[in-house]
């Protein structure tokens, strides 16, 4: 199920930290464990999916 990831072809990748919350945190170990990925591959396509989508949750550079 994973695919290859453009961040290791990129070598000007940047590192986040973000704060969730317990029940964000589990479901992502979970949604990973089933799909045997890490959890920054979820999340890094979690990321990926909301910038492709038509209408992206915040308009940032699409007008």
Do not use: C
């Not at 000007?12 to 979970?30: D, F, G, P």
Request: charged share 30%; net charge neutral; no cysteine.
């Amino acid at each position: 199920m994973q695919t290859a990831s453009p961040l290791h072809d990129d070598k000007s990748a940047h590192r986040l930290s973000v704060s969730l919350t317990a029940e964000q945190h589990r479901e992502l170990n979970e949604i990973a464990r089933k799909n045997r990925v890490s959890v920054a591959w979820v999340i890094r396509e979690a990321i990926d999916r909301l910038l492709k989508e038509d209408m992206p949750l915040l308009h940032v550079g699409k007008e």
